[in-house]
């Protein structure tokens, strides 16, 4: 039996780990923890398997049974508890982003390399089968020279949890560009087939909660976490951004609140002789430049979350790295720290 610990009881691990790791076989939950015990006990409540609730993420790492930790705390601490895990001799599955900037992320890499332990990022679109679809289609030439990528992840009013860990710098990283643009440029970068960055730009704004009470909003996620009396909010709320590589540059514009009420996720591959737009988590539409025909391919579209997890046991089974091993992701930090960087100096970074 392959034993795992949760660390960090919140969205996530409600919403996709404890679901999937119940379901795989030969896995067992041995721990759910959390700081705040209660959020652990209401995991075991909704998810009977688990075995043990506790709020030291020590006394997991501590237990020589456990073979794995999942680190779904806020992203500073993945950096903490993962360098803690791995010098534990555990393998760790780490959500994404890796944490807060990519210093501290290659040394997570260098540490997962010197105890010779699995570390993946939660990067699951890597999963998704539209996207490895994408990725074959762009190698086999059905797009021809893919000379540009753009790419959309704009809300109306999405700020989570205002005031507490997402909008708190020091906690996050970042805000809209390092909680969902890692999705969609890490899922760029991998069906462009791992593009080397040659210089990148970009503008970032904290424009609409400039003021926490007066941000109006329906509704908000993680709102249990806000802090509208004495919180922070120096982030990102809206991004925008130009990336050349050495194959097809990307354009973004990127809102976790804006004032244009219309939801837009998607992203558009542009080649000489076809274009596809995914729309992001689900199915993409290919136009053929020859005959202007349209296709939408017919498939299923497979968990990525349990996928991503299933990978990552049976990596550490064979040894093999998965392609969502913390080695294959750097370059996806490295090019948010850049853009950060960028819309600091307010100039261009060659990288
Ligand atoms: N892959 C995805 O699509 C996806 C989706 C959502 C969130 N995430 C990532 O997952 C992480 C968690 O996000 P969330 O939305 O679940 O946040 P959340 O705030 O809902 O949950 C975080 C949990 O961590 C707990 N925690 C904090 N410090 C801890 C500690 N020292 N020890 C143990 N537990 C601790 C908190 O009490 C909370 O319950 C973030 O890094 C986020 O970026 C990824």
Redesign the pocket.
């Known amino acids: 039996m392959f034993k795992v610990a949760v660390?960090?009881?919140?969205?996530?691990?409600?919403?996709?780990y404890f679901p999937s790791l119940s379901q795989i076989e030969n896995v067992e939950i041995a721990y759910a923890?959390?700081?705040?015990l209660a959020?652990?006990e209401k995991a075991k409540e909704d998810f009977p398997s688990i075995k043990k609730v506790v709020?030291?993420?020590k006394v997991c790492l501590n237990d020589p049974e456990v073979d794995a930790v999942c680190?779904?705390?806020?992203?500073s601490?993945?950096y903490?508890?993962t360098m803690d895990a791995l010098r534990a001799g555990k393998h760790v599955f780490?959500?994404?982003?890796i944490t807060i900037n990519y210093p501290l992320s290659k040394e997570m890499a260098e540490e997962a390399e010197k105890q010779g332990k699995m570390l993946n990022i939660?990067?699951?679109?890597r999963h998704n089968k539209s996207v490895e679809m994408l990725r074959e289609w762009v190698e086999n030439g059905k797009f021809g020279n893919m000379y540009h990528v753009y790419c959309n992840f704009r809300c109306f009013r999405n700020i989570?949890?205002l005031g507490?860990?997402?909008t708190t710098k020091s906690k996050?990283g970042g805000g809209v560009l390092?909680?969902w643009g890692?999705?969609f440029l890490d899922l760029i970068l991998y069906v462009l087939g791992g593009a080397k960055l040659k210089t990148v730009s970009a503008n970032a704004y904290s424009e609409m909660a400039k003021d926490l009470k007066a941000y109006k909003y329906e509704s908000m996620?993680?709102e249990?976490?806000a802090n509208f009396e004495t919180g922070v909010n120096d982030v990102d709320d809206f991004i925008s951004g130009y990336v050349r590589t050495d194959k097809a540059n990307i354009s973004f514009n990127g809102a976790w609140a804006q004032n244009v009420n219309k939801n837009e996720m998607y992203i558009d591959f542009l080649g000489d002789k076809g274009g596809a737009r995914l729309d992001y988590g689900g199915k993409f539409t290919f136009w053929n430049g020859a005959d202007l025909s349209e296709e939408k391919p017919e498939y299923d579209i497979p968990d990525m979350?349990e996928k991503e997890l299933v990978e990552f046991i049976k990596s550490i089974e064979s040894g093999v790295k998965d392609k969502n091993h913390i080695d294959y992701v750097l370059e996806s930090m490295k090019l948010l720290d850049a853009l950060y960087e960028s819309a600091e100096k307010n100039k261009e970074i060659t990288l």
Request: some cysteine; glycine content about 10%.
């Open positions: 660390i960090g009881c919140g969205r996530i691990s409600n919403s996709k923890c959390d700081v705040i959020n652990a709020s030291d993420y680190v779904c705390t806020p992203n601490l993945h903490t508890v780490c959500e994404k982003p939660g990067v699951c679109n989570p949890g507490g860990a997402f996050s390092i909680d890692i999705h996620w993680a249990e976490t979350y």
